[in-house]
């Protein structure tokens, strides 16, 4: 079952990120930061277990980032991110976002869903804001992928 986040969902989608993140597949999330942001995330959840996770933040008109899509290890390769990232997608199209990138080291998970390839330098400067705290600025390795989303009439 995919929900939106709770408050009480915070540290759970931060321990599941911090498993990715170690092993350098995805980057760290402060706690604060998914506080924050909690409004943009949904969850998956199984059994009454939270296994899954994605943020949609609006970063400016018609443009959207896909942030934080993580899946329990021991649930991987269920279709469980797909599902997330599907979800996320539809709600994009809902708010009317026309466009939706992401910042990952997993491309293929992303080029095999319809992203394609783009130089992160064109990406608009607003989204630099997350970037300077980060402790890889200005050294970025995270490929950038984008997504230009057919309206729904």
């Given at each position: 079952?995919?929900?939106?986040a709770?408050?009480?969902d915070?540290?759970?989608?931060?321990?599941l990120?911090?498993?990715?993140a170690?092993?350098?597949?995805?980057?760290?999330?402060?706690?604060?930061?998914?506080y924050?942001q909690?409004?943009d995330?949904?969850v998956f959840?199984?059994?009454?277990?939270?296994i899954?996770?994605?943020?949609?933040?609006?970063v400016?008109e018609?443009?959207a980032?896909?942030?934080?899509?993580?899946v329990?290890?021991?649930?991987?390769?269920?279709g469980?991110?797909?599902?997330?990232?599907?979800r996320?997608?539809?709600?994009?199209?809902?708010?009317?976002?026309?466009?939706?990138?992401?910042?990952?080291?997993v491309?293929?998970?992303?080029?095999?869903?319809?992203?394609?390839?783009?130089?992160?330098?064109?990406?608009p400067?607003?989204?630099?804001n997350?970037?300077?705290?980060?402790h890889?600025?200005?050294?970025?390795?995270?490929t950038?992928?984008?997504?230009?989303l057919?309206?729904?009439?």
């Amino acid at each position: 079952m995919i929900r939106t986040a709770k408050i009480s969902d915070a540290r759970k989608i931060q321990s599941l990120i911090k498993v990715w993140a170690d092993e350098g597949k995805m980057l760290h999330r402060p706690l604060n930061d998914i506080y924050e942001q909690i409004r943009d995330f949904l969850v998956f959840e199984e059994d009454g277990e939270l296994i899954g996770a994605v943020a949609l933040h609006v970063v400016w008109e018609e443009l959207a980032e896909i942030r934080s899509l993580v899946v329990d290890k021991r649930r991987e390769r269920r279709g469980i991110g797909a599902s997330l990232l599907k979800r996320s997608l539809e709600e994009a199209r809902r708010i009317g976002v026309s466009e939706v990138f992401v910042l990952t080291y997993v491309t293929d998970f992303f080029t095999r869903r319809g992203f394609h390839i783009i130089d992160k330098q064109t990406l608009p400067h607003k989204i630099w804001n997350d970037c300077v705290r980060c402790h890889k600025f200005p050294d970025c390795d995270e490929t950038a992928v984008a997504l230009t989303l057919e309206k729904n009439d």
